[in-house]
T-cell receptor, first 113, second 114 residues
Framework: SQTIHQWPATLVQPVGSPLSLECTVE??????LYWYRQAAGRGLQLLFY??????ISSEVPQNLSASRPQDRQFILSSKKLLLSDSGFYLC????????????FGDGTRLSIL | GNSVTQMEGPVTLSEEAFLTINCTYT??????LFWYVQYPGEGLQLLLK?????DKGSNKGFEATYRKETTSFHLEKGSVQVSDSAVYFC?????????????FGQGTELSVKP
């Protein structure tokens, strides 16, 4: 069966520091991968998605970036964090194409001080 | 563009009450429709799905029927429990969306009191 792992679970970072969040999927090949952010008490905002290695689409302009160095690895990064980057970050995967749902990781709670 | 509208929360019910959370959407073509649930401090879990008109998705006592004529996918449960307290998201997946993106509403918070 397929599983998705996301880490760390919680992270506290100072303003201006770099960021790296990692997500990996097991048990499937060539998945679509997604990064979402959820601000407190709000809905989900899609940040990036990827349909293949090295293919990244950005949904919103920001100081975050994403990379997919391997088929089942998706990384969210920032060179300098802002206070507004605080939130709950969720990684998700789905089979490529078709009518399939997305499956979510447990999330990373990021607090910027 | 594609969008989804959910009833605003929070919704507060007593245990064993009947639940309806309304969801309507706009999308090109006939999207797949999903309900996700998010328990406090956790990620989203797929609750149920429907992929074509008149399909009924069901899971854990929850049901939702794909209504093409009203572009709706309302979530129902006959008797809620305290453990159902969570945020519920309706999410169409448009077939013409590049990358199979889901369209999320703002979510509806449900609080069930004993």
């Amino acid at each position: 069966s397929q599983t998705i792992h996301q880490w760390p679970a919680t992270l506290v970072q100072p303003v201006g520091s770099p960021l790296s969040l990692e997500c990996t999927v097991e048990g499937t090949s060539n998945p679509n991968l997604y990064w979402y952010r959820q601000a407190a008490g709000r809905g989900l905002q899609l940040l990036f998605y990827s349909v293949g290695i090295g293919q990244i689409s950005s949904e919103v302009p920001q100081n975050l970036s994403a990379s997919r160095p391997q088929d089942r690895q998706f990384i969210l990064s920032s060179k300098k964090l802002l206070l507004s980057d605080s939130g709950f970050y969720l990684c998700a995967w789905s089979p490529g194409g078709g009518w399939q749902p997305q499956h979510f990781g447990d999330g990373t709670r990021l607090s910027i001080l | 563009g594609n969008s989804v509208t959910q009833m605003e929360g929070p919704v507060t019910l007593s245990e064993e009450a009947f639940l309806t959370i309304n969801c309507t959407y706009t999308a090109t073509g006939y999207p797949s429709l999903f309900w996700y649930v998010q328990y406090p401090g956790e990620g989203l879990q797929l609750l149920l799905k429907a992929t074509k008109a008149d399909d009924k998705g069901s899971n854990k006592g929850f049901e939702a029927t794909y209504r093409k004529e009203t572009t709706s996918f309302h979530l129902e449960k006959g008797s809620v429990q305290v453990s159902d307290s969570a945020v519920y998201f309706c999410a169409p997946r448009g077939i013409y969306n590049q990358g199979g993106k889901l369209i999320f509403g703002q979510g509806t918070e449900l609080s069930v009191k004993p």
